[in-house]
């Protein structure tokens, strides 16, 4: 199976199977003890570098870098490393569009023909409208079939404007436009799908939406990074400017093999990079009830709805909130995963505790390095629950 295809699944089983927290002794010689925990995990999966961080309560409480950012030059992964977060970008995504449905840019039960500038309808029920709502709950019938299928077509063409990919893709005529492909059998709202497409084109949306028509890195870098002092974060390379780079790796029998960075048309779904620290100011956001530093970013009522669950469940123990997926454990957790080659990650809250923890890392995941990072997390959580 193609790794994409894999993003959606691993995203619900990983939920799933998350167990209970492990009991931590509260003493003063966690951090040691977490060190010994994660440099033994990097040995054991063969894995080059992690960043880690937890907030409460709307601060950061404890952000730490493990192992290496580039194996060749030994240069070791710091909080400001700036790691590929693959598909925990639509989490930043999903928060812009929740700030401009605040100002009252759009309705999440809008349709989102209007708001376009090419046609976009399912093809099998043209009188079912797609909402905001189907794309931030991954319900939109949109696939991502041919994109999957191309997906090295499209890595190749970085250079593809949003608009100029998403209307080859998703309207009649369109270049890479496939009724089969494009699509889903079903009707909007009516089943759960993951979709890297459906959260590509909210991003785009984000562009048309706003007052002054700024895209959403424009967006993003207005709205969130720069105030959130987030300088280690972007939606491209040359955003990144001088900002230090986690080097992706694959894992092959003898060794790690350095990757080129990834590159695809879909950036909003997954193409953000972001150090530990920076990230965690946006969990700080969603654990601080919507306000940083004194500055709101969301209201109350915004952060419910945008947490809560939707219609439509990803199965009988996960349930779809907007962007974020929940599964009541412990506490209410919601939780993003985000894989591609090179990168594996992952952000996490609780909502009850106003918590949250995240881990990323420069090499493409597996099994073995999956159970290392979920019992990382269950121990980042716990310490920020009891810290």
Same mark, same amino acid.
């Given at each position: 199976? %193609?790794?994409?295809?894999?993003?959606?699944?691993?995203? &619900?089983?990983?939920?799933?199977?998350?167990?209970?927290?492990?009991?931590?002794?509260?003493?003063?010689?966690?951090?040691?003890?977490?060190?010994?925990?994660? *440099?033994?995990?990097?040995?054991?999966?063969?894995? =080059?570098? /992690?960043? /880690?961080?937890?907030?409460?309560? #709307?601060?950061?409480?404890? !952000?730490? #870098?493990?192992?290496?950012?580039?194996?060749?030059?030994?240069?070791?992964? *710091?909080?400001?490393?700036?790691?590929?977060?693959?598909?925990?970008?639509?989490?930043?995504?999903?928060?812009?569009?929740?700030?401009?449905?605040?100002?009252?840019?759009?309705?999440?039960?809008?349709?989102?023909?209007?708001?376009? %500038?090419?046609?976009?309808?399912?093809?099998?029920?043209?009188? &079912?409208?797609?909402?905001?709502?189907?794309? @931030?709950?991954?319900?939109?019938?949109?696939?991502?079939?041919?994109?999957?299928?191309?997906?090295?077509?499209?890595?190749?063409?970085?250079?593809?404007?949003?608009?100029?990919?998403?209307?080859?893709?998703?309207?009649?005529?369109?270049?890479?436009?496939?009724?089969?492909?494009?699509?889903?059998?079903?009707?909007?709202?009516?089943?759960?799908?993951?979709?890297?497409?459906?959260? *590509? +084109?909210?991003?785009? @949306?984000?562009?048309? !939406?706003? =007052?002054?028509?700024?895209?959403?890195?424009?967006?993003?870098?207005? $709205?969130?990074?720069?105030?959130?002092?987030?300088?280690?974060?972007?939606?491209?390379?040359?955003?990144?400017?001088? =900002?230090?780079?986690?080097?992706?790796?694959?894992?092959?029998?003898?060794?790690?093999?350095?990757?080129?960075?990834?590159?695809?048309?879909?950036?909003?779904?997954? +193409? +953000?990079?972001?150090?530990?620290?920076?990230?965690? $100011?946006?969990?700080?956001?969603?654990?601080?009830?919507?306000? /940083?530093?004194?500055?709101?970013? @969301?209201?109350?009522?915004?952060?419910?709805?945008?947490?809560?669950?939707?219609?439509?469940?990803?199965?009988?123990? !996960?349930?779809?909130? +907007?962007?974020?997926?929940?599964?009541?454990?412990?506490?209410?957790?919601?939780?993003?995963?985000?894989?591609?080659?090179?990168?594996?990650?992952?952000?996490?809250?609780?909502?009850?505790?106003?918590?949250?923890?995240?881990?990323?890392?420069?090499? *493409?995941?597996? %099994?073995?390095?999956? !159970?290392?990072?979920?019992?990382?997390?269950?121990?980042?959580?716990?310490?920020?629950?009891?810290?």
């Amino acid at each position: 199976m %193609d790794r994409r295809n894999m993003l959606g699944l691993f995203a &619900t089983s990983f939920a799933a199977s998350y167990m209970a927290p492990m009991a931590l002794a509260a003493n003063s010689h966690w951090e040691d003890d977490f060190s010994r925990f994660m *440099t033994d995990g990097l040995r054991k999966t063969g894995t =080059a570098g /992690v960043s /880690v961080a937890t907030v409460r309560n #709307g601060r950061t409480q404890f !952000v730490r #870098g493990f192992g290496l950012a580039d194996v060749q030059a030994r240069t070791p992964v *710091t909080p400001d490393t700036a790691f590929h977060i693959a598909s925990v970008s639509k989490v930043v995504t999903g928060t812009a569009m929740m700030m401009l449905h605040e100002q009252g840019a759009f309705r999440l039960d809008d349709p989102i023909a209007p708001y376009l %500038d090419f046609p976009v309808l399912h093809p099998a029920f043209p009188d &079912t409208p797609i909402t905001f709502r189907h794309l @931030l709950s991954h319900t939109s019938g949109i696939a991502d079939t041919v994109y999957n299928e191309r997906h090295g077509d499209f890595s190749a063409g970085v250079t593809l404007q949003l608009r100029d990919f998403l209307a080859g893709y998703l309207s009649p005529n369109g270049r890479w436009y496939a009724p089969a492909g494009s699509f889903s059998e079903t009707k909007p709202g009516s089943t759960w799908a993951y979709s890297n497409v459906g959260i *590509t +084109l909210l991003g785009y @949306l984000a562009g048309r !939406v706003n =007052a002054e028509r700024q895209g959403l890195d424009v967006l993003t870098q207005k $709205r969130l990074f720069s105030p959130l002092g987030m300088r280690h974060t972007g939606w491209t390379l040359a955003a990144m400017g001088k =900002a230090p780079l986690a080097q992706p790796y694959a894992r092959l029998e003898h060794g790690l093999q350095a990757l080129a960075p990834t590159g695809a048309p879909g950036w909003p779904a997954g +193409l +953000l990079r972001s150090s530990a620290r920076d990230f965690a $100011r946006i969990l700080e956001i969603f654990s601080g009830e919507g306000a /940083v530093d004194g500055r709101r970013y @969301l209201q109350q009522g915004t952060l419910a709805t945008f947490l809560s669950p939707q219609a439509v469940a990803v199965d009988q123990n !996960v349930q779809q909130a +907007l962007i974020w997926t929940l599964r009541e454990q412990n506490g209410n957790l919601a939780m993003h995963y985000g894989g591609d080659v090179g990168a594996d990650s992952v952000a996490a809250l609780d909502l009850g505790k106003r918590v949250g923890a995240l881990m990323f890392s420069n090499v *493409t995941g597996n %099994d073995a390095f999956r !159970v290392f990072q979920k019992e990382a997390m269950e121990r980042l959580l716990e310490r920020a629950r009891t810290a």
